[in-house]
């Protein structure tokens, strides 16, 4: 019997631990402890927020227990659940998509844990359910795109430009306002065309993808590729190159991030124009934690200050990316 004991005894500690070892940190009673819900690792850019948050957390003394959901939705809403059961101090997720929120937020406000928007938005009639947004200003990345298009559409002196989109995750913020904010500004150009938007969900074999499907169904009418990130960009252009075609010389190639390899192959003259979009938005997060732990007001939305990088620009003077 006493051996049973401790036998069972032994299994629970076993299982407690690996439980622990689950999270980045364990929390002592002075530490603050975030839960972050990350939405995947579909690109670069993805990758370098999740690294910039674990080392601002490191930085900041901040305990963190992150969670990445694999672009799964649900599995988001499981780790919002697991945060609040933990009672974490702060919890902030980046939302894959802005629509079904409601339930789980609701249930981090009876628990008296404020929420964090960090990246991407939501949609919600309830305004009171989180408390700040810390992200790109997606609508004004779609602006920078087109008005970038206009000014090179005035250079090349033509009648007409097709333009094909490849789009990111559908219903996700940055794919809503990126196309609004370029569709909004090519408006009432009457050059500029959209033959067709096709989503490649942020992912570089589906950039790849997407641009077979519409080189064989425009073939050499294609004049324009806006794409919503890298990688669906550098996806699709050895696609473009198997077709015959030079990418920044027979097609302009107009993407959005500015993470490294991109921006190496701007220099290389095959992308056209990149509208930079951070990912760098952990020290935002972590003096917003602790503002929001010591019960002081915050922004409701915070930008980060971004430029756009081009074939009009001097691009030796672009320094390492960082992600
Ligand atoms: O939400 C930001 C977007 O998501 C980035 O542009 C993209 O690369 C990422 O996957």
């Known amino acids: 019997m006493k051996r049973l004991t401790?036998?069972?005894?032994?299994?629970?500690?076993i299982f407690a631990l690996c439980g622990c070892a689950k999270h980045?940190?364990?929390?002592?009673?002075?530490?603050?402890?975030?839960?972050?819900s990350q939405l995947g690792s579909e690109s670069s850019w993805r990758i370098g927020n999740t690294k910039d948050i674990q080392d601002q957390a490191a930085n900041y003394g901040i305990s963190l227990m992150m969670e990445n959901a694999n672009q799964k939705q649900d599995k988001q809403i499981d780790a919002i659940r697991r945060f609040i059961?933990?009672?974490?101090?702060?919890?902030?997720?980046?939302?894959?998509?802005?629509?079904?929120?409601?339930?789980?937020?609701?249930?981090?406000?009876q628990a008296g844990i404020p929420v964090v928007l960090v990246d991407r938005t939501i949609r919600t009639e309830d305004e009171s359910l989180y408390k700040c947004l810390i992200g790109a200003d997606?609508?004004?990345?779609?602006?920078?795109?087109?008005?970038?298009?206009?000014?090179?559409?005035?250079?090349?002196?033509k009648d007409t430009l097709n333009v094909v989109e490849i789009t990111g995750t559908e219903d996700s913020t940055p794919m809503r306002q990126r196309q609004q904010g370029f569709m909004d500004t090519i408006a009432g150009d009457e050059r500029i065309h959209v033959l067709e938007s096709v989503n490649g969900d942020f992912l570089?074999?589906?950039?790849?993808?997407?641009?077979?499907?519409?080189?064989?169904?425009?073939?050499?009418?294609?004049?324009?590729?806006y794409?919503?990130?890298?990688?669906?960009?550098?996806?699709?252009?050895?696609?473009?190159?198997?077709?015959?075609?030079?990418?920044?010389?027979?097609?302009?190639i107009i993407s959005i991030d500015g993470g490294q390899e991109a921006i190496d192959i701007l220099k290389q003259g095959k992308i056209n124009c990149i509208v930079e979009c951070t990912p760098m938005l952990g020290s935002t997060l972590m003096e917003t934690v602790l503002a929001l732990k010591n019960g002081e007001?915050?922004?409701?939305?915070?930008?980060?200050?971004?430029?756009?990088?081009?074939?009009?620009?001097?691009?030796?003077?672009?320094?390492?990316?960082?992600?």
């Open 6 to 13: 401790a036998v069972l005894l032994a299994a629970v500690m």
């Open 24 to 36: 980045e940190e364990t929390k002592t009673d002075s530490q603050i402890l975030l839960g972050f």
């Open 85 to 109: 059961a933990y009672r974490v101090d702060v919890i902030a997720f980046s939302p894959i998509v802005e629509d079904g929120w409601d339930n789980v937020l609701n249930e981090a406000k």
């Open 138 to 157: 997606f609508y004004s990345e779609g602006v920078k795109a087109a008005a970038y298009l206009l000014k090179k559409a005035d250079d090349l002196g």
């Open 204 to 225: 570089k074999s589906r950039g790849a993808e997407c641009m077979r499907y519409l080189l064989e169904k425009y073939g050499d009418t294609i004049d324009v590729i």
């Open 227 to 252: 794409s919503h990130n890298d990688e669906m960009t550098i996806g699709a252009l050895p696609e473009i190159e198997k077709a015959g075609f030079t990418p920044g010389k027979d097609m302009v």
């Open 297 to 323: 007001e915050v922004p409701r939305e915070t930008h980060a200050a971004e430029k756009s990088f081009s074939d009009y620009d001097n691009l030796e003077e672009i320094g390492e990316r960082g992600y």
